[in-house]
């Protein structure tokens, strides 16, 4: 499903081709910053930035012999420029390269995820809107509670992904650090200048202080801003996944003409799409796990972080995009079924206006305790037998001592219950 998925441009920020050539861009920053300072002659200057270039299999073919992937880079490179080539990675380390390139494909992919939720948050706002004063039943461990809007729910999810949206923004400004500052990070052979105006040419903040790479914390937060993410999705899709069960009935995914639910069984009409979604975040947040792990490494680097990023950055990035673009269609064609929401809230007879009975005992005078056990006893025969709500609070002579007929009536609206909707929109959408 994912690889049928993946979209062009996300794709390409990952390609073999876009990697070295975030490598390249690097290096002829660097080689600017140097003849800027007057190291790098001119004319040397000139022909690095005219003739250099790389050839992706010619890459490969020296990294088969010399087992590095950067010395294998650079000296495709120099095949391409020639002799100024000498100045080129000048004071540098490999990682120095690497986690400064990193940085900039995982913001490139980012300003492809951002666009992605802003469209999520358009689509939940319109259908919050659609459904703000349609009832719900609202549910605490599953069992009915007191009833909610549909469009309250949207409007809570609308809420979430706002913040979602600032964790993205805030997930770019952690990974976009960048570091030009030689073998164990101490600028001995490459000065602070040349980091400065790397990180200023390729969008990047250079790191206060490095060690040979770029403290990974910078990364652990970076791709537990995308779990987050994630794991919002999958709260949202189990919610859909519950309300699409057949005994719920209240909103389903989309069934297009055509498709088909059971190789077995005709009938069926499955949430596949919020299934893979509540899948998918498992594997998300698997990668920010993965990326805790590579904070603590030896000393002032080991190597061990490198080969799991080279998974999970492009995993992850392409997967938050894939479930970003998949649960806004499933929002987007949800199909709602208000009498069903509304055969729901009447199926306990009455029941979830408990509270509000109690209190009205309460306001009586009646202690809390004892308004809780009138309430109580006549809910449980309810539960047990089936019996009428209202007749047995009006047969309860503790109950009928205490509250007229039109009381107790008064008692079962639901308008009691949505009377701030109005208000809670607003402060989620403002005036919108």
């Known amino acids: 499903m994912i690889a049928r998925y993946t979209r062009p441009e996300m794709a390409a920020v990952w390609t073999d081709e876009n990697r070295y050539r975030k490598w390249l861009d690097v290096e002829l920053y660097a080689c600017e910053a140097w003849n800027r300072l007057g190291e790098i002659p001119d004319d040397a200057w000139a022909e690095i930035r005219d003739r250099a270039a790389f050839d992706v299999a010619r890459i490969a073919e020296i990294e088969a012999e010399v087992k590095h992937d950067v010395i294998a880079f650079l000296t495709s490179v120099a095949e391409h420029v020639g002799p100024s080539s000498r100045f080129i990675h000048m004071g540098m380390t490999s990682s120095d390269v690497l986690d400064t390139a990193l940085a900039m494909q995982c913001a490139e992919a980012l300003d492809l995820i951002v666009p992605r ?13 659609e459904f703000k004063h349609v009832p719900q039943m609202g549910r605490s461990h599953g069992i009915h509670a007191e009833p909610i809007t549909f469009g309250l729910k949207l409007a809570l999810w609308y809420d979430e992904m706002t913040r979602n ?55 652990a937060e970076f791709f537990s801003m995308l779990a987050l993410v994630a794991t919002s999705i999958e709260r949202f899709s189990v919610e859909i996944r519950h309300l699409q069960r057949t005994e719920v009935l209240e909103a389903e995914e989309l069934f297009s003409k055509g498709q088909k639910g ?11 799409a919020t299934e893979n979604l509540t899948g998918c975040a498992r594997l998300m947040r698997s990668y920010a796990q993965a990326a805790l792990e590579n904070v603590a490494l030896w000393h002032e680097r080991d190597i061990s972080h490198s080969s799991v990023e080279r998974v999970i950055a492009p995993d992850a990035t392409i997967l938050l995009h894939y479930m970003l673009v998949r649960f806004t269609g499933v929002v987007r064609g949800l199909v709602v079924y208000p009498e069903n929401m509304q055969k729901n809230i009447d199926r306990t007879g009455g029941l979830i206006y408990s509270q509000r009975l109690m209190l009205k005992l309460v306001d009586k005078g009646v202690t809390r305790e004892d308004a809780y056990r009138m309430v109580q006893r006549n809910a449980m025969r309810v539960w047990q037998d089936g019996e009428d709500y209202r007749a047995l609070l009006a047969a309860d002579p503790d109950v009928s001592r205490l509250l007229t007929p039109g009381e107790i009536e008064q008692a079962f609206d639901i308008g009691y219950h949505l009377k701030h909707v109005d208000t809670i929109f607003e402060r989620v959408f403002g005036g919108d």
């Open 165 to 219: 949206l600032e964790r993205l923004h805030r997930a770019r400004r952690a990974i976009a650090v960048g570091k030009i500052s030689g073998a164990v990070g101490t600028f001995a052979n490459v000065p602070p200048e040349v980091e400065a105006h790397v990180c200023a040419r390729a969008g990047l903040v250079p790191a206060r202080v490095s060690t040979q790479i770029v403290p990974r914390d910078h990364h």
């Open 117 to 129: 939720a802003e469209e999520l948050l358009g689509v939940l706002r319109d259908r919050a809107h």
């Open 262 to 272: 059971s190789s077995a069984m005709p009938h069926k009409r499955n949430p596949i």
